[in-house]
């Protein structure tokens, strides 16, 4: 058992740039998360996959974000046009489908929008 | 806007006692409760997670659940400086597709003195 794994774990852009995020995780798990952390706040729920299918979605979530989990295995989120205010720590977790959810976080990507 | 609350501290404590993070929760469907421990900079640990009315033990840590009162709790027995970290509670909302989604409190910073 690998953990989840993240892809960068760091990353600086200018405003207005595109950028992805990688999310490989724990192998026999089907549920994939994604969650945003920003200094002095908990977790932030943006977006859920079971298997490829995208079955959440936070409301919150602006249209300059997307997600995909094309094969059911790893899953890549994109911000389009960055803005300072998505500088945050992105944050992917897995669970089982079943049992009582147990999410394992990977170590997480720091976004800095300059 | 469910809510989950948490005292965010710090709680101090010497080297040995116990230590006593609460939390109480807004949405009453909620069924899966979770406590995670994060170190500055680091991602989320799960380290306890609970789904009865009662007490939960793991070694040195005890979570307690009230859903009456909506209200979960974490013991610590004999704290020790390494416990020192930001303890996170978390909660599945209910309004989700699947109840999947987890909802964080801000956290409470516990800090153990030697």
Known sequence: DTGVS???RHKITKRGQNVTFRCDPISEHNR???YRQT???GPEFLTYFQNEAQLEKSRLLSDRFSAERPKGSFSTLEIQRTEQGDSAMYLCAS???GGYNEQFFGPGTRLTVL | QKEVEQNS???SVPEGAIASLNCTYSDRGSQSFFWYR???GKSPELIMFIYSNGDKED???TAQLNKASQYVSLLIRDSQP???ATYLCAVNNSGDQAGTALIFGKGTTLSVSS
């Open chain 1, 6 to 8: 993240q892809d960068p």
């Open chain 1, 32 to 34: 994939l998360y994604w």
């Open chain 1, 39 to 41: 200094l002095g706040q």
């Open chain 1, 95 to 97: 669970s089982l489908t």
């Open chain 2, 9 to 11: 501290g710090p709680l």
């Open chain 2, 38 to 40: 994060q170190y500055s």
């Open chain 2, 59 to 61: 070694g040195r840590f």
């Open chain 2, 82 to 84: 390494s416990d020192s």
